[in-house]
């Protein structure tokens, strides 16, 4: 996917204040409910959360799809690009900004209100957020610049603020959830974060440097504590662990992998999933060259898991055990989502749905709809 160029930290944070200074002093709003791109007579059948970049702005919205078009209908303006999403009990939305990142937003879209938090200047925000299943603790992935070691922010529900740190025992945290069933000697309820492994240090952004020092695994933590109780580790160091799914059929958890071989022919060969049964991580086999860059993974309806490859230009479906069965073609396909056995993936030309039984259809945009690219992650909302 095309990533834009972080500017430094610390000017990138003045300029995040500024600009929601500005749009209060200017007494703008952000905030757009029913705007012109919404339909007003269409009947949708499902809501998505997602965020997206229009050629001028980055977003935060709901996204209305029905068997015809999809349509926003409500939408937030934000300084920078977002990456990860959680809906909350209340029916507000969790944001938190594309990595390195600075801010933490919550959004209620029936009302418009927002509520910003700011991280501190020795630490970066990667990308996503998890709410404990009694919704009073939000766990988010940050990274330490002084140390580029990993962390686990755990803050006050109601308020955003930090009150404790753990550690990940591992570079680059991204994605994280809290494990629905017990798998292995690994309780339901514990912490599944995955460190990605790659060295992060302020100067550099998201350049990538030191890739011979990458270190990616899979740990699992106490949620109450931050103890360790399990680490993971593939057998190539040059993959690292991004994104991650629960299968409920199968009861197994599916990572979406993103190579970093220096080697090209090895980069595009290897493997973009890679499944966790409790006591080890199982990369795909029998899979074609998918490019070596796995952006999102869903579970998919009746068991196994979709990873979006927008590199390929393909949604590739596996296995629970991580055989490669087939790839759905989609360009510039990354976000996913599944719920009620129908499954939602984003691309250049539309939003494709796939149903079980197998039923696949790509619907575009509504006829009044601006040009807009989505990012890596949407959930449902309805």
Not at 159 to 175: F, N, R, V
Not at 226 to 237: H, S
Not at 265 to 293: I, K
Not at 316 to 330: C, E, G, I, K, M
Request: glycine fraction near 8%.
């Amino acid at each position: 996917m095309p990533m834009a160029i972080e500017p430094k930290a610390t000017s990138v944070r003045l300029n995040r204040r500024d600009w929601l200074s500005q749009a209060a002093i200017a007494g703008l709003s952000p905030w757009l409910a029913g705007t012109a791109l919404a339909s007003q007579t269409a009947s949708p059948t499902n809501t998505l959360i997602a965020s997206w970049q229009s050629p001028n702005s980055n977003h935060i919205g709901l996204i209305d799809v029905d068997a015809s078009q999809w349509r926003i209908s409500r939408s937030l303006a934000l300084p920078t690009r977002a990456h990860g999403l959680a809906v909350e009990g209340s029916g507000s939305v969790l944001a938190l900004a594309r990595r390195p990142g600075d801010w933490l937003l919550r959004w209620q879209p029936s009302t418009g209100k927002t509520q910003w938090q700011w991280i501190e200047g020795d630490r970066q925000f990667n990308g996503h957020v998890e709410s404990s299943p009694q919704g009073d603790t939000l766990w988010t992935t940050e990274t330490n610049l002084e140390t580029a070691q990993g962390l686990l922010g755990v803050r006050e529900r109601n308020s955003l603020k930090k009150i404790a740190e753990w550690s990940t025992q591992g570079m680059d945290p991204h994605a994280l959830l809290v494990l629905p069933q017990s798998l292995g000697q690994i309780p339901a309820g514990s912490l599944i974060v995955a460190n990605g492994g790659i060295p992060t240090l302020p100067e550099t952004g998201r350049v990538k440097r030191g890739l011979d020092r990458m270190d990616a695994s899979l740990i699992a933590l106490n949620p109450h504590t931050g103890a360790v109780l399990g680490q993971w580790r593939l057998a190539d160091p040059f993959l690292s662990i991004r994104h991650l799914a629960w299968d409920p059929v199968s009861r197994r958890l599916g990572i979406a992998l993103q190579a970093e071989h220096l080697d090209s022919a090895q980069r595009l060969a290897a493997p973009v999933l890679a499944v966790w049964n409790g006591e080890q991580l199982l990369p795909a086999t029998a899979q074609p060259s998918l490019r070596g860059y796995g952006g999102d993974i869903c579970a998919l309806p009746g068991g196994g898991f979709a990873v979006s490859c927008p590199r390929a230009d393909t949604l590739a479906l596996f296995t629970s055990a991580a055989v490669w069965r087939q790839n759905q073609p989609h360009r510039q396909v990354c976000a996913l989502t599944e719920q009620r056995n129908q499954l939602w993936a984003s691309g250049q030309d539309g939003v494709l749905s796939m149903t079980t039984p197998p039923t696949i259809s790509v619907v575009s945009s509504a006829a009044n709809a601006e040009r807009l690219q989505f990012d890596n992650h949407w959930l449902n909302f309805n």
